[in-house]
């Protein structure tokens, strides 16, 4: 396999019941170069098998003896990424059809060089309403966060430093050797 583009690290643990989804919603994305880099954080359910039944070849599975958290899975994952960028997404978040397509479109477009870019969030709630039994209302709730930075440095730092208003679980893409 040639140098994928994209290295989506997901670090899990104990989501068994979960990483499918995750994992479903990147492997069906239209642009196909990427790998998968799932960190399984030393679960004690079936979350490993799970993983491993997944054939697809552009994923890779890191597993760790002892669980260290989110942020030490995350950066596992990231050492071992081959792609041009690295792309965090929670185990219990997914990607919307077309994301990693636009994603790259917007990372080499107009022959800038970006070095890490971010997006918002959509979160579907779906609530029950007591008067009616039975009626269930969706709803989207869309974070979009714009802030103005001096300088690419100074947002990167921000972002790797803090937890941005969207989560650094699925909103951040960074150029691999900037994120080294």
Sequence with gaps: MSEPF???VV???NRADLIPRAMSSVLSQKFESFELIIVDDASTDCTNDVVRKERDPRVRMVSLRDNKGVSV???RGSAAALG??????DSDDEYLPGFLEKMHHLLT????DI??????IATLRVETDGAHPGLWRRRI???IWNPSFSSKGDALRYCLTRDPPWGTGHGLRAKRTGFE
């Excluded at 070095?115 to 918002?120: D, I, M, Q, S, V």
């Design 109 to 112: 477009s107009d022959g800038h």
């Design 73 to 75: 899975a995350r950066n």
């Design 141 to 143: 709730n869309e974070t």
């Design 11 to 13: 670090p899990t643990h």
């Design 6 to 8: 994209f290295s989506v």
């Design 84 to 89: 041009q960028y690295v792309a965090f997404l």
């Design 115 to 120: 070095e890490f870019a971010w997006t918002g």
